[in-house]
């Protein structure tokens, strides 16, 4: 091994042959170092190294200057000395006497060594150089052009070695170092994206795009190119192979080619796309109603049999396309409310994606009471234009013809309450309104529905510290008539099975999860939730491959989808995967919170401290126990909104917990559920 290692990736450093830190304190000192090494021939005139670092001085003040700071180097940094030889004329470095970083990397790539690469890059923390900005304009000059002259050279070779490579996972490691390096990251991303696609990690394809998208707007105020965003849609409207090609090049993931491809549409299940509706009044009320409707709408299409329904938040006439290619019909449903003569004026249009053909279009006035006809009505005509073949009685089952309006007012009143209360006293008001519904109208399966998720989660975590035995008692009963009402809906069965698992009976809730996933198998929420109950129950890989598969479904899914992600990472014992998860899962819950916070602290990462303290406030700011709150009671807590089976996954929780700095204690009986 040669005397002397110098680290020109990140800050410049110089160890001797045993790791030793010898570097110059002098910063021009190091600056030459660099300079030189990073030359041909490394080395230089004086005149050169003169007017790169001193040209603010006078010729003779400038050559003093250099002689001081090779005095210098053998007075303050005399092991390594003899790295610099210098002559009347020129300045270089001792031929055979070191090697630098960057020749390690060049011969990664000139190898096209993916493992060594892979390795190299991950561990590369910094520019160029990185701390030597500021010295004089002319080395400035030069360093920017020679950060990106490496940029450059990096990018490109390392990008053809992980196209190469046959062994995908570290060609996935160089993507995500590239999108983290280079300058211009979206060739790397799109890489990274078809293999991840490849090998059915679809939570990481969504990452990669959605750090990539704050990145961007970051650093640039701009939006991922055209071809990244239609890969990405391409890509969720395609299922993952279950026998790949070998290499990035042969599976076709050279950038530029489609995964998905062109063509005429394929025979996959029928699509709707659903829009967000436009409120074109700024009206708050009239926001919560579009969300209540869409929801609805969304609900009564999954009824349907063999129908994949699809929520996109910002729906472009090419991720339409892309979204739906597969399909064997589809089409987009989007809308608007603005105020009308008597209240609120609904215009909904339904198009054939296809042809741009416009299948229907509908305009309704409605006042306050008559919502729910309008509910009834926008339901049976988009399943009737998406269908017209399947039975009204599929849809009429929610039995909204026979409701009065009054139990829809009620309901629709007790949706937006739910969605936008802010404390225990208006949830439990908005779940009145509901119960209401239920008086008025006993097989409003939809009002059950809604009511079992309240209670079953006390009001959306929205209460700790309390007793929740008495509504979850009566969760089970609603959700119980949910399912005898309506014995083929998905998401009875699903809100069955979570009130079993909240019971802490296990078998009875995996075993209606189960039915829930073949009666709703193209409906990407309801996978999704099914897939986090299975990780509470101690199927953390399985769950995750259902949460993959909802990713699958919505190719624009909730950020929630993330954090159940994460969960079942850190109940594996991955901390690390879980934390990159929780960058997009932006859930402010209390449970992903202690789940971060574990992760943290298992991990000893600074931000530990603040996350632990950010949910101790949160918890006590929604406490109703009997006694004041206090550590201690954050694992009952947690655990009552997470029902962990595996007592190994509450120790990882509490173990982190009390790395973060929390003063918790192993409590993990069953008392705890």
Same mark, same amino acid.
């Given at each position: 091994m040669p005397p002397f290692h110098l680290t020109l990736l990140g800050d410049m450093r110089v160890r001797d042959s045993a790791g030793a830190d010898i570097t110059p304190r002098g910063r021009k000192m190091r600056a030459l170092i660099g300079y030189l090494a990073r030359l041909p021939a490394h080395a230089a005139g004086r005149e050169r190294l003169v007017g790169l670092l001193w040209s603010d001085r006078g010729e003779a003040q400038a050559r003093a200057s250099l002689r001081q700071a090779l005095a210098d180097l053998k007075d303050q940094a005399p092991a390594a000395a003899p790295l610099v030889v210098a002559t009347r004329q020129d300045v270089a470095l001792a031929t055979g006497a070191w090697r630098a970083d960057t020749m390690d990397l060049d011969a990664a790539l000139d190898g096209a060594d993916a493992a060594t690469l892979a390795a190299r890059l991950s561990a590369l923390d910094g520019a160029l150089l990185a701390d030597l900005d500021g010295l004089s304009p002319a080395f400035d000059d030069w360093l920017r052009g020679e950060r990106a002259r490496f940029g450059a050279r990096l990018s490109t070779a390392a990008l053809a070695v992980a196209e190469a490579c046959p062994d995908r996972e570290p060609a996935r490691t160089i993507a995500t170092a590239l999108q983290r390096l280079a300058d211009d990251p979206e060739a790397a991303v799109r890489l990274g994206m078809r293999l991840d696609h490849a090998v059915g990690d679809l939570a990481s394809m969504h990452r990669r795009y959605r750090l990539l998208e704050a990145q961007l707007a970051r650093d640039f105020d701009a939006e991922p190119s055209s071809a990244t965003r239609l890969l990405l849609i391409d890509l969720s409207a395609t299922p993952p192979a279950p026998a790949a090609a070998t290499t990035a090049s042969d599976a076709g993931f050279a950038d530029g080619g489609g995964a998905a491809g062109g063509g005429a549409a394929g025979g996959g299940a029928p699509v709707i796309v659903v829009s967000p509706f436009a409120v074109l009044d700024g009206d708050g009320d009239a926001q919560a109603l579009s969300r209540v409707l869409l929801n609805d709408i969304e609900a009564a299409l999954n009824r349907l049999p063999d129908i994949r329904v699809l929520s996109l938040s910002h729906p472009t006439s090419e991720r339409l396309e892309r979204v739906s290619r597969r399909a064997i019909a589809s089409y987009s449903l989007s809308g608007s409310i603005r105020p009308g003569a008597l209240g609120r004026r609904v215009n909904l249009r339904l198009v054939e994606l296809g042809e741009e053909r416009v299948v229907w279009s509908h305009q309704?006035?409605?006042?306050?009471?008559?919502?729910?006809?309008?509910?009834?009505?926008?339901?049976?005509?988009?399943?009737?234009?998406?269908?017209?073949?399947?039975?009204?009685?599929?849809?009429?089952?929610?039995?909204?013809?026979?409701?009065?309006?009054?139990?829809?007012?009620?309901?629709?009143?007790?949706?937006?309450?739910?969605?936008?209360?802010?404390?225990?006293?208006?949830?439990?008001?908005?779940?009145?309104?509901?119960?209401?519904?239920?008086?008025?109208?006993?097989?409003?399966?939809?009002?059950?529905?809604?009511?079992?998720?309240?209670?079953?989660?006390?009001?959306?975590?929205?209460?700790?510290?309390?007793?929740?035995?008495?509504?979850?008692?009566?969760?089970?009963?609603?959700?119980? $008539?949910?399912?005898?009402?309506?014995?083929?809906?998905?998401?009875?069965?699903?809100?069955?099975?979570?009130?079993?698992?909240?019971?802490?009976?296990?078998?009875?809730?995996?075993?209606?999860?189960?039915?829930?996933?073949?009666?709703?198998?193209?409906?990407?929420?309801?996978? $999704?939730?099914?897939?986090?109950?299975?990780?509470?129950?101690?199927?953390?890989? $399985?769950?995750?491959?259902?949460?993959?598969?909802?990713?699958?479904?919505?190719?624009?899914?909730?950020?929630?989808?993330?954090?159940?992600?994460?969960?079942?990472?850190?109940?594996?014992?991955?901390?690390?995967?879980?934390?990159?998860?929780?960058?997009?899962?932006?859930?402010?819950?209390?449970?992903?919170?202690?789940?971060?916070?574990?992760?943290?602290?298992?991990?000893?990462?600074?931000?530990?401290?603040?996350?632990?303290?950010?949910?101790?406030?949160?918890?006590?700011?929604?406490?109703?126990?009997?006694?004041?709150?206090?550590?201690?009671?954050?694992?009952?807590?947690?655990?009552?909104?997470?029902?962990?089976?595996?007592?190994?996954?509450?120790?990882?929780?509490?173990?982190?917990?009390?790395?973060?700095?929390?003063?918790?204690?192993?409590?993990?009986?069953?008392?705890?559920?």
């Open positions: 309704i006035d409605a006042g306050p009471d008559q919502i729910g006809a309008v509910l009834d009505d926008v339901v049976d005509r988009v399943a009737g234009a998406m269908l017209p073949t399947v039975e009204r009685d599929l849809i009429a089952s929610r039995r909204l013809e026979a409701a009065a309006p009054a139990a829809y007012a009620l309901y629709l009143r007790g949706r937006v309450g739910v969605l936008t209360a802010r404390t225990l006293a208006e949830a439990q008001g908005a779940a009145a309104h509901l119960e209401q519904a239920l008086l008025l109208d006993p097989g409003f399966v939809n009002a059950r529905l809604h009511l079992v998720l309240c209670y079953n989660s006390d009001f959306l975590q929205r209460i700790a510290g309390h007793d929740p035995a008495p509504w979850r008692a009566r969760a089970l009963k609603l959700a119980q $008539e949910a399912v005898q009402l309506e014995p083929h809906n998905a998401d009875a069965r699903a809100r069955l099975g979570w009130c079993h698992l909240r019971h802490g009976q296990w078998d009875r809730a995996e075993a209606l999860l189960r039915e829930a996933l073949a009666l709703g198998p193209n409906h990407a929420d309801n996978v $999704e939730q099914c897939g986090l109950a299975l990780t509470l129950i101690g199927h953390a890989s $399985e769950g995750r491959r259902c949460i993959q598969r909802a990713f699958e479904l919505n190719p624009f899914p909730r950020s929630d989808y993330f954090a159940d992600v994460a969960l079942s990472h850190a109940l594996e014992g991955n901390p690390t995967a879980a934390l990159e998860q929780f960058e997009l899962g932006s859930d402010p819950s209390p449970q992903y919170l202690a789940i971060e916070t574990a992760c943290l602290g298992l991990l000893q990462r600074q931000a530990a401290p603040a996350r632990a303290a950010e949910l101790r406030e949160g918890l006590l700011a929604i406490w109703q126990g009997p006694r004041p709150f206090h550590d201690g009671d954050i694992p009952e807590a947690i655990f009552k909104y997470l029902p962990l089976r595996d007592p190994s996954h509450r120790a990882i929780v509490v173990d982190g917990l009390r790395a973060a700095g929390l003063q918790v204690e192993h409590r993990l009986s069953h008392s705890l559920l």
